[in-house]
């Protein structure tokens, strides 16, 4: 497994990009795609795609790109497999890195949904540490949005700096802060529970430091048959760390029903003064909030802050249907993201990091805060898109779910883990 090793030390602050607008690219040709273009996406990227849609839209006016947002994990896979099963999916649609889910770019490329775009001009230009995961057999599927960090606290910066607050650089501090904070009042942190999706992405995360990043091996090994979750003591901290933040009060009532909506609404209005999730979704507590201050921190390890390690994910992107009625039109949009100005625009409104950025070693916005762990090549790639079934994720999410409510065990938990590994 690769550690992101490009980033390297030459890390640099980037600077605040400017709104790019659509009188930045070529004016329209006298001659061109019309018509509409459908698209299925996940509401994370809306903010980005608010903007973006109404930029393509002054350029070629002769195209209506018309999206559907579904919120991500299973109401949006449930929504979108249902479409290209019966035959009748939108003409381009999010896919996520490798075999994350269901629709994810391998098992969509292996089913014949979505078609080959290696010839397009940006793919010359993808992140190689996310490339592979939007091929198949070879072939690119998959337009790329840009990098994130799978899942680590947000905080608000303000609560902290007004309250004398500082952030955590060990677990032990990280269960401290959340006594401190729920004697206040307020939720520490914000954790849609109820969501298999961050459930199970939280628990890679706190993982990182306790399996993935020390031994960046092991998944193979797991393939192998050579280990498992439930011998593996890494895997048994960071399902125990779970139980430990519960037990510390970090969490709100009924965590185990919160939904991701609910989720940002409470980080974005103040009643949670932290939110542990996929590092993008902070584009919508955003667009909730515009004056909050977010800043971010690493899920923090046990005793050490040096055997810290975060989790670099690929941000997901677009496939195209390979039925779609306007492929013309629909491969005119995909191109017009992958111009420069407009997916570095688009990355920063959804708080992720460009292609381009990727390529350079910059980490634009709050992602600055990282810059330490990057510099010290303490980033690891999730395993998430390497489960050898799409259905691992949302089982085991819906098994963490259970440490909330009382109904697991971390043994039954573990157990579970290495049931769903080995499903078919």
Request: aromatic content about 12%.
């Amino acid at each position: 497994m690769s550690r992101l090793a490009s980033w390297g030390a030459i890390l640099a602050l980037v600077a605040a990009i400017a709104a790019a607008s659509a009188t930045a690219a070529s004016a329209q040709p006298k001659a061109g795609p019309s018509g509409s273009v459908s698209f299925a996406m996940a509401t994370t990227y809306q903010p980005g795609f608010d903007i973006l849609i109404a930029n393509f839209k002054r350029v070629y006016p002769n195209i209506d790109i018309k999206p559907s947002y579904y919120v991500s994990g299973a109401p949006f896979s449930t929504a979108v497999t249902t479409q290209f099963t019966a035959g009748n999916g939108p003409d381009l649609t999010w896919v996520t890195g490798a075999r994350t889910g269901p629709t994810s770019v391998w098992p969509f490329a292996e089913a014949g949904y979505i078609s080959d775009l290696s010839k397009r001009p940006w793919v010359k230009r993808m992140f190689p540490g996310d490339k592979a995961q939007y091929m198949y057999k070879g072939k690119v599927y998959g337009y790329d949005f840009g990098l994130s960090i799978l899942a680590l606290p947000a905080y608000n910066k303000d609560f902290f700096a007004q309250n004398r607050l500082s952030v955590p650089k060990t677990f032990a501090q990280l269960l401290t802060l959340c006594r401190t904070i729920a004697g206040m009042g307020k939720i520490p942190i914000a954790w849609a529970g109820g969501s298999a999706a961050v459930d199970t992405n939280n628990l890679v995360a706190l993982a990182a430091s306790t399996v993935t990043g020390p031994d960046p091996k092991w998944l193979q090994r797991r393939l192998n048959h050579q280990t498992t979750f439930a011998s593996t003591p890494g895997w048994r901290r960071a399902v125990q760390m779970i139980v430990d933040m519960k037990n510390a009060n970090c969490f709100g009532p009924g965590v185990e029903a919160v939904q991701i909506p609910q989720m940002q609404q409470q980080f974005a209005s103040g009643q949670a003064a932290m939110m542990f999730t996929y590092a993008g979704l902070n584009a919508q507590v955003a667009q909730i909030n515009p004056n909050l201050k977010i800043g971010l921190f690493p899920p923090p390890a046990d005793n050490n802050p040096a055997n810290t390690w975060l989790t670099a994910q690929a941000a997901g992107g677009l496939g195209l249907n390979t039925k779609s009625g306007n492929k013309a039109a629909a491969l005119t949009f995909l191109d017009f993201l992958g111009r420069e100005k407009q997916q570095r625009l688009f990355a920063k409104i959804n708080y992720l990091v460009s292609p381009y950025d990727a390529l350079k070693g910059n980490l634009p916005g709050i992602y600055a805060d990282l810059k330490p762990w990057f510099a010290s090549n303490h980033v690891v790639s999730t395993i998430t898109a390497e489960w050898p079934n799409t259905q691992f994720g949302t089982l085991t999410g819906a098994s963490i779910q259970g440490l909330f409510t009382g109904q697991k065990t971390v043994d039954a938990v573990l157990a579970d883990m290495d049931k769903y590994f080995e499903l078919s």
